[in-house]
């Protein structure tokens, strides 16, 4: 019999897990628990420098590895500090899970130093939590904690873990092979085959149809699947903004991003098509526009492990309920028994696609003195080879990056897109590239952004995380003074940071590299400068033009093919 | 629509908040709410009574389903229809004989049982579906002031054969 104490209980279940990096901050009611990760040979912890860096860190680590990311906090303070970054990732459906002290069982409910109810505070934002009781709750809620997240609809789980369950000096047995159960959990994995055999019968019959798929095609590892179904019936495809990266950005089957800010192509097939095969789509609202306008003419074939999301926001005509990568195979196994091709009519939708695409919905103009800010993103991925892991933080430079960095291999991408987190960026960027080393990991980010995360440029020096940071310097927060500009008679009220740090100053005192340019004859050469400094950290500070804008647009409360396609227009 | 939602659901620390929590964050109303330990007391049974539309009573029950510690969820209406119960206790002032004789017979024809006595007061108690118990507090609220009631909020139950499996 292993008998251990609880803080061991914690890291023995973690190594027995496969957890190998971790991120965090430690404090008084996790101490005994850092006090036995200094003994472990497997698990490498990375000290953040703000709670919310640490655990944007594990999800980044995550989204990059398909892996559950996993972070550890102190009480109090560190547990709410965390509180945005498991809303961001509970936004978005990424596996987590978070360690979080508590103060003794007999002092919960006090008021104690350092204390708040944790799981209470979280409860809205995760897929569940635990409260351990005893010392022998740990590693059962441990290992429930990472089968919950990582299973069905992924999501963060909390794990709060009150000091004296730590005690080193109380021992209870640690359960080798221990086998979790729980009778109310478990997750649909294969979709109803009658509803599959139909949906083939439908898609091979459909003279427009449109694939849509989400973030479930990247979580789900389910990107050959949906290659495959959709070259058999030649079907055109669009992805949301968490889907960017499950279907090769260059295929020419690609209608590029839905939505919002999606190209003209991917909006007008939705609203024309006769029938939407959506695949892991959640259909939110900048995803479908005014929802009461979506598709008109369309019937939907639904996909979704969360039976919740199936006719929540649009009505599904056809639902399946399952895990989409088990789904699709299903669905591709039952093109191959029917024998079933495409309606020749593809042929006929795919001109009237081919007309949108000919408006080039994406383009923009470019000017001698000022740096666009698309041309950043293109000039990246030209450098990169469109090979480059890529994160994002939230605003203008998220979407150009969604619309000009072509994705061709799944988990290449990482954005906060269900919650939309500022700050997300740069530390899911360290995640990436604590998992990828050998692997270029670039953010793109802006001047806003940046600055609500940027004391992580320590933990970048202290464990060498060599990222790039692309900085679209504006000097405003582009995406509010952009509906400022076009809704709010150029009233540009609290939107200018004119007021940046020097960049350039800052990476330097971290210890960093930077580089700065203006100059749009220079972006090319600065791109590759700052590439080919493998080993260092280099911010690149772009100043870009402010007048820039996000286009395609769709319009306030009309369909999807309501779209505003250039300033003029708004 | 009045919506009436049972839920087997583990019987442990927090588990009612998450219930509790999703109506109140995806801004559905409760009417009424009773929980309480089954036979199996590692299970409880809770039962919900919401009003809303076929759409969203269908995403409440597939929200509740969601919850990691909830077993089965189902929507009385959805399912062929059920039983509703409500309990209530009333405590009635007493000061005369007339008022005494006109609360017993009222009792006895709602078949209510009186449970306790005092020189100035009876305490009532009575079940029914919530029609009936809304209408006996009515009737006896026409007699004289009701001091106190408490309502139990509704339970439920499938009809015939059919059962909510652990």
Not at chain 1, 207 to 234: D, R, S, T
Not at chain 1, 364 to 379: F, G, L, R
Not at chain 1, 426 to 440: E, H, T
Not at chain 2, 31 to 55: M, N, Q, W, Y
């Amino acid at each position: 019999m292993v008998m251990l104490n609880g803080a061991q209980i914690v890291v023995r279940t973690l190594e027995d897990l496969g957890v190998t990096q971790m991120f965090g901050y430690p404090g008084a009611t996790v101490i005994d628990i850092y006090d036995e990760l200094y003994n472990s040979k497997q698990i490498v912890h990375h000290l953040a420098r703000h709670e919310q860096g640490a655990v944007h860190m594990a999800d980044g680590f995550a989204r990059a590895t398909g892996k559950v990311g996993c972070a550890i906090v102190t009480s109090g303070p560190g547990a709410t500090n965390t509180v945005t970054a498991i809303a961001t990732a509970y936004g978005d459906s990424i596996p987590l899970v978070v360690i979080t002290g508590q103060v003794a069982t007999s002092l919960i409910g006090s008021d104690a130093f350092q204390e708040v109810d944790t799981v209470g505070i979280t409860r809205p934002v995760v897929k569940h939590s635990f409260l351990c009781k005893k010392p022998e709750d740990i590693q059962v809620n441990i290992q429930k904690a990472f089968y919950i997240a990582s299973t069905g609809r992924k999501g963060p789980v909390v794990v709060d873990i009150p000091k004296n369950c730590q005690n080193p000096q109380v021992l209870v047995e640690y359960k080798e092979n221990l086998d979790i159960k729980m009778r109310s959990y478990n997750p649909t994995v294969f979709g109803h085959k009658g509803q599959v055999r139909r949906a083939v019968k439908l898609i091979s019959e459909a003279k427009k149809p449109v694939l849509i798929y989400g973030g479930g095609v990247v979580q789900g590892e389910a990107a050959p699947e949906l290659l495959k179904l959709a070259h058999h019936f030649k079907l055109p495809v669009t992805s949301t903004l968490m889907g960017l990266s499950g279907f090769p950005g260059t295929d020419p089957q690609n209608l590029g991003m839905v939505g919002m800010h999606g190209t003209y192509e991917a909006n007008e097939a939705m609203h024309n098509s006769d029938l939407v095969v959506a695949i892991a789509v959640r259909f939110d609202d900048r995803v479908t526009n005014n929802a009461k306008k979506f598709c008109p003419n369309a019937k939907l074939i639904h996909v979704d492990v969360d039976p919740a999301s199936i006719s929540k926001c649009v009505h599904a005509d056809l639902p399946i309920v399952g895990d989409c990568k088990a789904v699709l195979k299903q669905l591709n196994e039952a093109v191959e028994e029917a024998n079933l091709e495409p309606n020749p009519q593809i042929d006929a939708w795919w001109d009237e696609i081919n007309t949108y695409r000919a408006k080039n919905s994406l383009a923009y103009q470019k000017s001698q003195d000022k740096i666009m800010p698309q041309q950043v993103i293109e000039a990246v991925y030209k450098a990169t080879q469109g090979q480059a892991i890529v994160t994002t933080d939230v605003g203008q430079h998220q979407m150009f990056t969604a619309q000009f960095y072509k994705f061709d291999t799944p988990r290449q991408f990482i954005t906060s897109g269900g919650l939309g987190t500022m700050g997300f960026g740069f530390p899911a960027a360290c995640g990436a590239k604590v998992a990828f080393p050998d692997r270029d990991v670039i953010c793109f980010t802006g001047d806003g952004s940046f600055q609500m995360n940027m004391q992580e440029l320590s933990t970048c020096k202290q464990y060498h995380i060599p990222v790039k940071i692309f900085i679209l310097d504006n000097h405003t927060l582009g995406m509010v003074r952009q509906w400022q500009s076009l809704f709010y008679h150029q009233r540009y009220s609290q939107t200018d940071l004119t007021f940046n740090p020097d960049f350039e100053k800052l990476a330097d005192a971290f210890g960093h590299k930077a580089l700065k340019v203006s100059d749009p004859a220079k972006l090319d050469e600065v791109v590759q400068q700052a590439l080919s400094m493998k080993d260092d950290l280099v911010i690149v500070d772009v100043l870009v033009d402010t007048d820039a804008k996000v286009f395609p647009m769709q319009k306030v409360g009309g369909s999807m093919a309501d779209m505003i396609l250039k300033e003029e227009d708004a | 629509m009045r919506h009436v939602i049972s839920i087997l659901i583990e019987n442990e620390a927090g588990a009612l908040s998450r219930v509790v929590g999703l109506f109140s964050q995806r801004g559905y109303n409760i009417e009424s709410l009773t929980v309480a330990p089954t036979e199996d007391r590692t299970l409880s049974r809770c039962t919900i009574l919401t009003l809303g539309d076929k759409e969203e009573a269908e995403q409440i029950t597939k929200q509740l389903h969601k919850l990691v510690d909830v077993l089965r969820v189902s929507d009385l209406y959805g399912e062929g229809g059920g039983f509703e119960r409500e309990l209530v206790l009333m405590k009635m002032p007493t000061p005369n004989r007339n008022i005494r004789d006109e609360i017993r017979s009222i009792c006895e024809i709602f078949h209510a049982r009186i449970i306790d006595v005092t020189q100035d007061t009876y305490t009532i108690e009575y079940a029914g579906s919530s029609d009936e118990v809304d209408n006996f507090i009515k009737t006896l609220n026409e007699v004289t002031d009701i001091l106190e009631t408490v309502r139990s909020g509704v339970l439920g139950i499938l009809k015939g054969t059919h059962y909510m499996k652990k």
